[in-house]
Structure formats: C-alpha cells, structure tokens
C-alpha cells in the first residue's frame, strides 16, 4: 500500500517563504510522477506542481511560475515543494499525490482525479 507523509506547513507572513516535503513509500520506479495540490477554503482541490520520478521533469501551475520550486531526492523517497514569496492567497491545506498510469506530457497531469494515492495534508497560512 502506498503511503505519502506531507510536512513543513505552517504559519508565515506574506512575502515568506516554506517548504514542504512529501516523503513516499516505495520504490521511486513505481510512480510515474508526484505532484503537490492544495485545497483553500470553500474552493475545489487544485494541482500546483507536479514532477517525474523518472528524470526528475517538472509542471507547474501558471499562478504559481516563478514562486514555487518542485523538487526530489529519489535517495530519500521525498519530493519537496519550495514556496517563495508566499501571498494570502497562497493559504491552504497542501496535499501530496503519486500517480502510475499518466506521464507527465499529459495536459492533464495536474488532475487531482489522476492520483491514487494521498498523503494526510498539512496547512498553510500566510497572514498579509
């Protein structure tokens, strides 16, 4: 069973930065890609980032170029989300995800309904 353990949420101040990690279990090999979602207030669940496992590729939401930096240590089982720059509306409950069946070519990688496996979610907020 696959499990992701998502940390390093917190609160900040506008202009902050974070850094979230996502530690996986399992072999890297077993997932196509790891993305990093998030899920504010009264709104839907959205992809931010995403990054293959393979060779370490990467897709981003436009809202979040330039602020946020996906990562992985394949040694390390984690995949990190560097978060510059943070916004109020950056505020929100951040969820990591793996997924086997799509590559990260596909113009629907960041599809929370692409992921089978979830971790628990940890919180942001960012005070203005």
């Known amino acids: 069973d696959v499990q992701l353990q998502a940390s390093g949420g917190g609160l900040v101040q506008a202009g902050g930065s974070l850094r979230l990690s996502c530690v996986y279990s399992?072999?890297?090999?077993?997932?196509?890609?790891i993305g990093w979602f998030r899920q504010a207030p009264g709104k839907e669940r959205e992809g931010v980032s995403v990054?293959?496992?393979?060779?370490?590729?990467?897709n981003y939401a436009d809202s979040v170029k330039g602020q946020f930096t996906i990562s992985s240590d394949n040694a390390k089982n984690t995949v990190y989300l560097q978060m510059n720059n943070l916004k109020p509306e950056d505020t929100a409950v951040y969820y990591c995800?793996?997924?086997?069946?799509?590559?990260?070519?596909?113009?629907?990688?960041?599809?929370?309904?692409?992921?089978?496996?979830w971790g628990q979610g940890t919180l942001v907020t960012v005070s203005s």
């Open positions: 995800a793996a997924q086997s069946r799509f590559a990260l070519a596909s113009g629907t990688i960041r599809r929370p309904k692409n992921y089978d496996s």
């Open positions: 990054i293959s496992v393979s060779d370490g590729k990467t």
């Open positions: 399992g072999f890297p090999t077993a997932y196509n890609t």
